[in-house]
């Protein structure tokens, strides 16, 4: 399956650009889709497979054994070393986990071995680093095996050269077992927009997952009850250089990847951060379409809004739940004499049931083929499609300027929704956060623009605060709807309880009130940062 990147044509991402590697390193990109048990007879069978296949392929048994030191020391450092027994043969393989700028991109080195032990001195220890520099054979220990019937297929589509797998077999640690199959898309040569053109395909034939983990991953979680932690979202290097083509597939790419490297935390649901940090990604997402969709008025920001929106709506009542839970968590140990087990309960219980929900909606085809077509849109660069010729031009322009004109626009409009504070409803002072969250995220993004202008820092410290003070508002309203939920169980031992979290929150709301109106006025009278 794996050769040497030296034989190949350049492979190709976002949007043609050529994928650097040294010498005898490989860099592997791959799309991975998870299928439904004896699914993957049907999907080898499909038409656009058949078409495009450069002969029937062949079926491999593979055995491949993970390496690692007891303390796990290479899965700190984001690596994972397996030897792999192809018939007679056997293969040691070093892969790297994928770096943010590149999500399907894994950096590996390979070699022959004489068994199924591991050979460290056949790897460039040098330019691998740390810790394959200092570790001898004998500090690894086998730490999990994968079993898996393997057919693999050669495409070669009209702009690229793709790599079919199709996997079914077991990853073992110990006497755990977990069921694997699996379809992996490996870019050979050409544009990676075509993994997503595939995937979307096949998608279509069978209700398939975007798979986020490799099978180290998978793994080590097996092996180790690993939690994958949630992931925050990662600063995006824009300079003054990049034009407003450039800067659409940065912004969207990255939070592509945020909302990758969070989904299977949020479909565990063992972490509530993991849900938050989708909804943090999908609001920016939908913000880039809202920034840039006046002076480029593509359909592909409204398709992507519209299907960010209707994530977002999946994600809430989990969201919602998670809080309240640690509302009442905080009250409990504020308030030992006061017995709210039974709150808790009814509060679990609904939490579990929207986490539930929420895995559905997580499993379903329509999340996957969001996901799939947000990798699609960066890497062919979707929104130049059915526009104009000004908006064209707005794509060739270097970024500050339309930063400048964005930001002045965002602003004005806060001002102008928070007029009045003092009189804001609850109502009005949640579309006044929203509007803040907007520029929140403009300024984010923008921000390296700016760097060297000194106000930038307050500014942004100010417009944090306030819409975290606005949060804890709709927290507080929030609470009072999930409560009256709670109420019509109708069960009287509850009423205490409830009455208790009515009175802890209307203090809150008194405090967050006080607070709100200061730092309102505290941002009203911030520089801004832009324009100098």
Request: hydrophobic share 40%; aromatic share 6%; with cysteine.
């Amino acid at each position: 399956m794996e050769k040497s990147l030296d034989a190949r044509e350049p492979v190709l991402s976002d949007s043609g650009a050529a994928i650097a590697v040294q010498p005898g390193e490989h860099a592997e990109i791959e799309l991975k889709l998870l299928a439904p048990q004896g699914s993957l007879k049907k999907l080898r069978e499909l038409p656009v497979i058949l078409q495009y296949a450069r002969n029937r392929g062949a079926f491999h048994r593979l055995e491949t054994v993970y390496y690692d030191t007891p303390e796990r020391l290479l899965f700190q450092h984001g690596m994972s070393l397996r030897v792999r027994r192809n018939g007679k043969h056997f293969i040691q393989t070093l892969k790297l986990l994928p770096n943010d700028g590149q999500p399907l991109m894994r950096r590996q080195w390979e070699a022959p071995v004489d068994g199924v032990s591991p050979d460290l001195t056949r790897l460039p220890a040098d330019e691998v680093g740390d810790p394959i520099t200092t570790l001898t054979d004998d500090a690894l220990v086998p730490v999990f095996a994968t079993k898996v019937r393997r057919h693999a297929r050669q495409l070669d589509l009209p702009d690229a050269s793709v790599e079919i797998v199709f996997d079914e077999g077991t990853i073992e640690a110990g006497a755990r077992q977990q069921v694997l199959s699996e379809i992996e898309l490996e870019l050979k040569s050409g544009n990676a927009g075509v993994l997503f053109d595939l995937g979307t395909q096949l998608l279509g034939a069978a209700p398939l997952q975007l798979g986020t983990r490799s099978k180290a991953e998978r793994g080590y979680a097996l092996a180790f009850d690993i939690v994958q932690p949630a992931a925050k979202a990662e600063l995006v290097g824009i300079t003054a250089e990049h034009v407003v083509d450039d800067v659409i597939a940065l912004l969207v790419g990255s939070c592509w990847h945020h909302l990758l490297k969070n989904y299977p935390v949020a479909e565990e649901g063992s972490n509530p951060e993991g849900v938050h940090q989708m909804r943090v990604a999908l609001r920016r997402l939908r913000t880039i379409c809202a920034l840039f969709r006046r002076d480029i008025p593509s359909p592909a920001f409204q398709a992507v809004n519209s299907e960010a929106r209707w994530l977002m709506q999946q994600l809430g009542p989990a969201r919602e739940w998670d809080v309240f839970a640690e509302t009442v968590a905080r009250l409990v140990a504020a308030a030992p004499d006061i017995d709210l087990g039974g709150l808790r309960e009814a509060v679990d219980r609904q939490r579990k049931s929207s986490h539930g929900a929420l895995q559905a909606a997580l499993a379903d085809p329509r999340c996957s083929r969001f996901l799939l077509s947000l990798g699609q849109l960066v890497e062919r660069r979707g929104w130049r499609n059915e526009i104009g010729n000004d908006a064209l031009a707005v794509l060739s322009q270097p970024m500050p300027t339309l930063a400048d004109k964005i930001l002045v626009r965002l602003h004005r409009k806060v001002l102008k929704r928070g007029a009045h504070f003092r009189r804001l409803s609850l109502d009005a002072q949640h579309d006044l956060r929203i509007d803040l969250k907007k520029l929140r995220y403009a300024a984010e993004f923008f921000l390296p623009l700016y760097a060297a202008h000194t106000p930038a820092k307050r500014y942004m410290k100010r417009l944090v605060r306030l819409q975290s003070s606005l949060g804890s508002a709709r927290d507080i309203g929030s609470a009072g709807m999930l409560l009256d939920t709670i109420r019509q169980d109708g069960q009287p031992a509850l009423h205490l309880a409830i009455g208790a979290v009515v009175g802890w929150q209307a203090h809150d709301r008194m405090a967050v009130t006080k607070t709100l109106r200061k730092r309102w006025r505290r941002f009203k009278a911030t520089p801004t940062f832009w324009g100098r």
